[in-house]
């Protein structure tokens, strides 16, 4: 089993929707929590960032943590097409110098006018 | 502002030449670096980190090295390429002083022939 899980997609959803992309991960270590964003041929950039269980909300960015399950998940209401990139978690065990991110393999969404 | 330069943005390479991929930060001292790879399919792969000036772990056996001769420059480089080199390259920072979040560079995207 792989220790950051995240479904390939792609995704495609009209203007407007509530889109839900999720992550599992087998590690209970891991209690730092990121969602990134990447536009073709583009650098990630950092959307979302969570520690611990609980929710984070960004505009209209929700990011959910659920360790007991180990399950993370983003929410984006009031989908854009501004919004179709590709979408990563992350996750670590731990803070400091030496602290590593394990990355989920990235969701394509393509939101439609 | 703190700002990630990669140069250059794209590479044509033929197998067994050599490679050097730079990366510059701004606007902070003593950062923690990041080379990653992106291949399709496989999600971001780190390669090497650095905490400090001369100061490198590797990641994952391969025939890349990277140096960093100064605080803000982190080199990735490799004597002879092969076809499996090809990717997209990216340098990061974690913000210094604060749990895990990492920034990225606008990336490098080679192709081996």
């Known amino acids: 089993q792989k220790e950051v899980e995240q479904d390939p997609g792609p995704l495609s959803v009209p203007e407007g929707a509530i889109v839900s992309l999720n992550c599992t991960y087998s590690n209970s270590a891991f209690q730092y929590f990121m969602w990134y964003r990447q536009y073709s041929r583009k650098g990630p950039e950092l959307l979302m960032y969570?520690?611990?269980?609980g929710n984070k909300e960004d505009g209209r960015f929700t990011a959910q943590v659920d360790k007991s399950s180990k399950y993370i998940s983003l929410f984006i209401r009031d989908s854009q097409p501004s919004d179709s990139a590709t979408y990563l978690c992350?996750?670590?065990?731990?803070?400091?110098?030496?602290?590593?991110?394990?990355f989920g393999k990235g969701i394509t969404l393509s939101v439609r006018p | 502002s703190q700002t990630i330069h990669q140069w250059p943005a794209t590479l044509v390479q033929p197998v067994g030449s050599p490679l050097s991929l730079e990366c510059t930060v701004e606007g902070t001292s003593n950062p923690n670096l990041y080379w990653y790879r992106q291949a399709a399919g496989r999600g971001l792969q780190l390669l090497f980190y650095s905490v400090g000036i001369g100061q490198i772990s590797s990641e994952v056996p391969q025939n890349l090295s990277a140096s960093r001769p100064q605080d803000r420059q982190f080199i990735l480089s490799s004597k002879k390429l092969l076809l499996s080199d090809s990717g997209f390259y990216l340098c990061a920072r974690r913000r210094a002083g604060v749990d895990n979040e990492q920034f990225f560079g606008p990336g490098t995207r080679l192709t081996v022939l």
């Open positions: 992350a996750m670590s065990a731990f803070s400091g110098a030496n602290s590593k991110l394990t």
């Open positions: 969570t520690y611990s269980s």
